[in-house]
């Protein structure tokens, strides 16, 4: 078997591992938090043993973790103890907004500090990239949450140009292409906030990667041949910059989806994996925090498999490393 499929699959279950433990690690335990401590002193003993067994709290921890493999590999993620449905369905009703609003924001995102990064560190010292490099670091120093509420004032308090919470309005009896408008609209904040924060990180690395690469020798070598300046910029030294920046954005979709979608998620109260993971954390409903957990690190495990894929389509000399 190609070591690259054993080391995901190790990964994998490392990650199904901790993805049981780490849960179990909050303080407090699942049926307090829903029902609340003065309703559990008031409950039976006889009945809050029938409630533990029921989400088999009462089992020893290894035999938690066993039950909780059994399932895992019938494709059963269990049943939300404060949602009172199944993981599963809940997933898929939360999932599709944050694929949506990660899909898009790191798609824009990459683009734009990609161009912007060859831009600036081609341009080294001239006025726009003075300009760019400025921008960006005063714009960086703002936490995800402060950007969001400064988008959620100005364009929906302000302005009132946009909607400023949820993913549709409640009621509107929209049909057809008002529907899909209406979704639009609630998703230009999150998204162009989102698009906002993550802007920084791959500019600064495209632009650090153009400065060193425009010193090396095949540089000259396309000057010498009369390539003429876009040609090097993007074909040569736009290319070698990147795998860097292909490679920090792998890096980066496990932190992108879990808590850059957690704070804008929570500013615009838009209904994705961020709202979910927060309130299962603190309801302490295990089986909806194991199963978010899951297809998050599973999704990042995708994501990088597939980057693989691309670093020998971007530098064919890299698959004879392996």
């Known amino acids: 078997m190609n070591k690259r499929w054993v080391s995901y699959i190790i990964a994998f279950f490392i990650i199904i591992s901790l993805n049981f433990a780490i849960p179990r690690l909050l303080p407090g335990d699942p049926v ?54 199944s993981v599963g369905k809940l997933l898929m009703s939360y999932m599709p907004f944050t694929l949506l609003l990660m899909g898009l924001a790191v798609i824009i995102s990459s683009f734009f500090a990609f161009i912007l990064g060859i831009e600036s560190g081609w341009r080294r010292g001239k006025k726009i990239d003075l300009f760019l490099l400025y921008s960006i670091i005063i714009s960086s120093g703002f936490p995800s949450f402060f950007i969001a509420a400064l988008f959620l004032i100005f364009f929906g308090i302000t302005l009132g140009a946009l909607p400023m919470q949820g993913a549709r309005t409640a009621y509107s009896g929209f049909t057809g292409f008002g529907i899909t408008s209406d979704f639009l609209k609630h998703l230009v904040l999150p998204l162009s906030s989102l698009i906002f924060i993550l802007i920084p990180p791959g500019y600064f690395l495209t632009r650090n990667a153009m400065l060193s690469n425009i010193k090396e020798p095949y540089i000259l070598l396309a000057r010498a041949k009369g390539l003429s300046d876009s040609k090097i910029r993007y074909g040569h030294a736009g290319r070698n910059s990147l795998i860097p920046f292909v490679t920090q954005t792998g890096m980066r979709m496990g932190t992108i989806i879990v808590t850059g979608s957690l704070f804008i998620e929570m500013v615009f109260s838009y209904p994705g994996m961020g709202s979910l993971i927060y309130n299962s954390i603190l309801n302490r409903d295990y089986p909806v925090l194991q199963g978010s957990l899951l297809i998050v690190t599973f999704l990042v495990l995708i994501i990088n498999f597939f980057m693989d894929i691309l670093y020998v389509k971007i530098d064919p000399r890299i698959k004879y490393a392996h």
């Open 32 to 85: 307090s938090a829903i029902y609340g401590e003065d309703v559990m002193v008031k409950l039976s003993e006889d009945v809050k043993e029938y409630i533990n067994s029921a989400y088999n709290i009462d089992k020893p921890v290894i035999s938690q973790y066993f039950l909780y493999l059994a399932s895992l590999f019938k494709g059963n993620l269990g049943y939300s103890l404060y949602y009172k449905q």
